[in-house]
């Protein structure tokens, strides 16, 4: 099996590298502003517990190879702004599903771009994933976005999918193959 990655250096601003107990309160303050879990898959968090809760779970996932989080750091401080993910992965069928998130504070300039560009790299190249999907909110534009102008497809609706906090929300299932990703001209 390849190992998941310890460290990517992403050309450009940010740096990924794997999440530790010391990044708790970065952490709380992106998973604990309301926005930036508007569309997610629970509420915002109250407290560093739930943080270090993430990171226990994370230790195990990843000793199991199933998943992999890292945290997206700005090239010239050391501080977690974000992070992304690998999940659900199925080793027999070369799958995983992704995931994304950055503080609101550096929402709008382009770096989960830059940062997806690398870790679909990665992905479908040394990791040797064979379909990349992602389960977002239909309302969540610029998740969208994000997803449409790296190549993957919309593939599906799935209804009510969601109820969090109370609130029913659909999926939309989006897709993208590796034979894709390498004719991809979005980049
Ligand atoms: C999704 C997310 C990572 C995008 O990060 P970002 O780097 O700030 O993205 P941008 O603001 O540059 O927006 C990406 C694209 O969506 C577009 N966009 C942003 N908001 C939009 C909106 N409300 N309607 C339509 N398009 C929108 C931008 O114009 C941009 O398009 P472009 O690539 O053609 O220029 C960020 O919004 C986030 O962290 N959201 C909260 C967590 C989340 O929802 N994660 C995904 C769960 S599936």
Avoid at 43 to 58: I, K, N, Q, T, V
Wanted: include cysteine.
């Amino acid at each position: 099996m390849t190992p998941f990655p310890a460290f990517i250096p992403v050309p450009g601003r940010v740096v990924l590298r794997p999440l530790t107990d010391t990044d708790v309160d970065d952490l709380l303050s992106i998973f604990g502003d309301p926005e930036v879990v508007r569309y997610w898959s629970g509420s915002p968090w109250s407290g560093r517990e739930e943080a270090r809760r993430m990171l226990g779970a994370d230790r195990e996932a990843y000793a199991a190879g199933a998943a992999v989080r890292l945290g997206v750091t700005l090239c010239d401080e050391d501080r977690v702004v974000g992070t992304v993910s690998l999940f659900n992965r199925s080793e027999p069928n070369r799958r995983a599903e992704i995931g994304y998130a950055l503080a609101r504070s550096v929402w709008g300039r382009g770096l989960m771009h830059e940062t997806l560009v690398q870790w679909l790299g990665w992905a479908f190249g040394p990791l040797g994933l064979h379909r990349l999907e992602a389960d977002v909110d239909p309302a969540n534009m610029a998740s969208r976005r994000s997803l449409e102008r790296l190549g993957f497809r919309q593939e599906g609706l799935l209804r009510e999918r969601w109820i969090v906090g109370g609130a029913v929300a659909d999926t939309v299932f989006y897709g993208l193959l590796a034979q894709e990703w390498r004719a991809g001209t979005q980049r």
